[in-house]
Every structure is written in C-alpha cells, then in structure tokens.
C-alpha cells in the first residue's frame, strides 16, 4: 500500500482490491457507464470480475471511496487489461500513471486494453501510448414504448428456436456471416454449448426464418432483453428479413413488460443502419486496444 498527496492536496492510497472490493468497484463502473455510456452489463458482478479481478490488480482510493483502479491478466498472450478512472477524477494522470502500470505488469507480453466504457479521453491516451485499436462496436437501446412496424417478406415464415433445429441455427449463422471480413467459424459443437449454457437465452423468442420451400435464410438470437445475434444469408439481403426479424422480436419482449432493449453492432456492420432506422438510439461503445512488443 502506498500513500500519495497529489500535487493539489488530495491524499491517494494505491493498493491491491479484490473479491471484498466488488461494491466499490460497482460504484465506479456506474459512474464511468454513467458518464460515457457503453455496456450496461459492465456493472454487473461476473463481468466485473472478469474483467478486473485479474492476477494483479491496483486501485486509487480517496477518503475510502475508489475512485480509480486497474486490473491485469498476465496468463496468456497478449496479456489483458481494463482499467477505470471516475468522471470527476479524469484529466489528473491517473488513468496514464495506471497504464504504466499494468504495462510493467504485462513484462515482454503484447498487451490488449479492454473498454466497456468508452470515451474519447481514454482513446487519446491509449493511441498516443502506441496502442492501435482493434475493435469498436455501438451499444444501441430501443425504448420499447415505440415499436417498429415491418411487413412480413413475402414467402417468409418464422419459428422459435428449438434445440432440435441446432444443426440447422448454427449452418444458418455460418452461412450468414462467412463473407464477413475476418469472420472465423467456431466449431458447431462450441457454437450450440455457448448458447445451451447461457442461463438468460431465449429459444422462444430467438427465430429462423424460412423461405417459401423451407430453407433457413436467416436467424436472430435473444439473450435475456438482448438481440444477441442477427443474421441473413446472402441471397435474401435486402429483402426485409433481418429487419422483420428484429421488429418481431421487439414487440415479443414488449409484449413481456420489458420496458428497453440492447444490442451490440460492429463499426463495420452495414447493419448499424438498419438498427437505427428502426428506432434504436446510441448508448455508448466499448473497444479493444493491442501493443505489440515485437
């Protein structure tokens, strides 16, 4: 533990948090979703602690309130961090003092930053530390009172998800996304157990759609108020059926009293659009940053 008076009279302790230390770091997770918008699962404690409850793990705490902190995953390559410094406590070198830190932690690994929570301060920062960003996606909310209105395609039909037709969801998510840059396949096995293990999956509001002789030309998955994942295959874009999937599976959450719901887009998606025509609204974003050592 280490005891600091700031050059502007505000006394830090920086030590180690851990499992005890999970309140304090919900507080501060919602204070920085607060502020920048991003995932609102952030605030959750599984992926609290997935994210910062790593091997090493170092807070900045003022008057017993944690108001920055930092946690590092040194077991595999890269090596991993996420960090958090709170909106009033910003523009005073704690999140670069931080980064330095987790960089020592990370030795001769390539190290990835990982933001749930993103904000362009944060992007300054790391870019101009030599960290190129890899990945970014919106977080986009729908208010549920106020429900898209798409017609059915012609020749479409739609059913729930069974486990039975597994085989045929994940053959229809492959062929959905295998033109898409960078797209690498998971074994259908990993594909189906992810989705059989995720305790807030909803098979019966997640859908295949058909086509008028009974082939799946697309499918949308719902976990919890989640649309997780969409997708058409290539020879019925453009025909409504993403957009039909997704007001349908709107207005089935609605029609449950669920108030909002959530998806994740890639900046690279030309989908993005499609989900702001039919009402969703930017609620932040979340990114991923490397530095090769090499």
């Known amino acids: 533990m280490v005891n600091r008076t700031e050059p502007g009279g505000d006394a830090l302790t920086w030590k180690e948090f851990g499992e005890g230390h999970l309140a304090a770091l919900t507080e501060l997770a919602e204070a920085c979703l607060a502020a920048d918008g991003g995932l609102p699962l952030f605030a959750s404690r599984p992926l609290l602690r997935a994210r910062l409850l790593q091997a090493r793990t170092l807070g900045v ?52 930053l990982t933001t749930e929570s993103w904000s362009p301060g944060a992007e300054d920062l790391f870019t101009a530390r030599g960290f190129e960003r890899t990945f970014a996606e919106s977080v986009l909310r729908h208010d549920l009172n106020v429900l898209p209105e798409v017609a059915r395609p012609d020749g479409v039909r739609t059913e729930p998800v069974t486990w039975e037709i597994g085989p045929e969801l994940f053959e229809t998510y492959r062929a959905s996304f295998a033109d898409r840059p960078g797209f690498a396949a998971p074994s259908a096995e990993d594909w189906l157990a992810e989705l059989r293990e995720d305790d807030e999956y909803r098979p019966d509001l997640s859908m295949i759609a058909r086509g008028p002789d009974g082939t799946a030309v697309g499918f949308l998955n719902v976990i919890d108020s989640w649309v997780d994942q969409v997708g058409v295959v290539p020879g019925w874009r453009h025909r409504r059926v993403g957009a039909y999937l997704v007001a349908t599976a709107l207005r089935a959450l609605a029609g449950e009293g669920a108030r909002e719901a959530w998806l994740c887009v890639n900046d690279d998606n030309p989908a993005a659009a499609l989900y702001r025509r039919l009402g969703f609204r930017d609620a932040g974003r979340r990114a991923r940053y490397l530095r090769r050592r090499h």
């Open 61 to 112: 705490w003022h008057e017993g309130s944690l108001v920055a902190a930092v946690g590092v995953g040194t077991a595999g390559q890269p090596a991993t961090s996420t960090g958090l410094v709170h909106p009033a406590w910003r523009e005073r070198g704690l999140g670069s003092r931080l980064l330095s830190w987790a960089d020592e932690q990370a030795g001769d690994a390539d190290l990835l």
